[in-house]
Every structure is written in structure tokens, then in C-alpha cells.
């Protein structure tokens, strides 16, 4: 099993930042296979979306058009954290921002690939 803690929500207001992170236990991974975290979002009245990913091996990142240029994911391999750096923020990123793990992610951007899901963050924005 493996329990994901997310941190980092709030409010801020448009064009501010914030960093989210997410903090992995219980099942280690050591870079085999197709293992990735990532961060998936929901507003209100609106589906879960997909917002960015990171392969857990290689590195290699995925940004759904809406973010890129402003969101940037990384991870710390030795403390098993991913973070994603949120800046430019707009008020259409309000959202319940949710960390996700999976053992076997061929494709990084489709939510049933990830196994284990956090309990989410709030972040609120403000025009």
C-alpha cells in the first residue's frame, strides 16, 4: 500500500504562486517500471482533469495545455515527494488538487492508470 499526504493548499490571488507537495509511504519504489506520481484537479460541478505528471524513473514530465508555461512538477527521489510549483495562478485554477501514484503508468495523463490518490488540497484563487 501507499499513503499519500498532500500539503501546500490556500488562496492567493491572481498572478500569485503556490507550491503543492506530496509526500509518499509505506510501499518504496526504485525507479522500475513505469511508476509516476502526478496531480490531477476538480472544480466544482466539473470532472477530475488531469494537470501534470512525472515519471518516477526517468523524469520525464507531462503538463495538460492549460498549465504549461505556468506549473512546473519535480520530484526528490530520496524523500519520495513531488511537488508541483503553481505559478501565474488564475482564478479558473480553483480547484481540489489531488496527488496520485501508480505502479504502472504507460500513460501518464489517464487517471484509472494511478493506483493511489490523496486525500486533496483546496486552492483557491482570487480574481
Known amino acids: 500500500q501507499v499513503q499519500l499526504v498532500e500539503s501546500g493548499g490556500g488562496s492567493v490571488q491572481a498572478g500569485g504562486s503556490l507550491r503543492l507537495s506530496c509526500a509518499a509511504s509505506g510501499r518504496t519504489f526504485s525507479g522500475s517500471g513505469n511508476y509516476a506520481m502526478g496531480w490531477f484537479r476538480q472544480a466544482p460541478g466539473k470532472e477530475r482533469e488531469f494537470v501534470s505528471a512525472?515519471?518516477?524513473?526517468?523524469?520525464?514530465?507531462s503538463y495538460a495545455d492549460f498549465v504549461k508555461g505556468r506549473f512546473t512538477i519535480s520530484r526528490d527521489h530520496t524523500k519520495n515527494i513531488v511537488s508541483l510549483q503553481m505559478n501565474s495562478l488564475k482564478p479558473e485554477d480553483t480547484a481540489v488538487y489531488y496527488c496520485a501514484a501508480g505502479l504502472w503508468v504507460p500513460i501518464l495523463t489517464e487517471s484509472p492508470w494511478y493506483n493511489y490518490w490523496g486525500q486533496g488540497t483546496q486552492v483557491t484563487v482570487s480574481s
Open positions: 512525472i515519471e518516477w524513473g526517468d523524469g520525464s514530465t
